[in-house]
């Protein structure tokens, strides 16, 4: 994962001048790199790559179609206390916090 000051729009006008496109997964669209790998932008600030199926499996994850680490409360749990722990704090909230 990628997030930075770079423009989505910037990015996919270079790819379009070098005759690279993307293919259509759910509600995203997966672009090949030179490197073998695949990626996709999440927002106009936020670029996912990787193998093309750890990719997916991320997006579809995103898009509700796999289960995510909080819907395993046993993982999710040790998680947090594991987190926590190496804080220094007494909990993780699951809730994000107020802006």
Do not use: H
């Not at 270079?14 to 490197?35: E, F, H, R, W």
């Not at 600030?45 to 179609?65: P, Q, V, Y």
């Not at 680490?69 to 704090?89: E, H, Q, T």
């Amino acid at each position: 994962m990628a997030q930075g000051s770079f423009s989505a729009k910037a990015v996919l006008k270079k790819m379009k001048l070098k005759k690279i496109s993307g293919v259509k997964y759910g509600t995203a669209t997966i672009y090949p790199m030179d490197s073998g790998l695949v990626m996709t932008f999440l927002d106009d600030n936020t670029l996912a790559f990787g193998e093309e199926a750890s990719l997916k499996s991320a997006l579809d994850t995103r898009d509700g179609k796999r289960p995510s680490l909080d819907s395993n409360p046993v993982m999710s749990n040790r998680w947090r206390r594991s987190i926590a722990a190496r804080c220094g704090a007494s909990s993780i909230s699951r809730e994000p916090r107020p802006s």
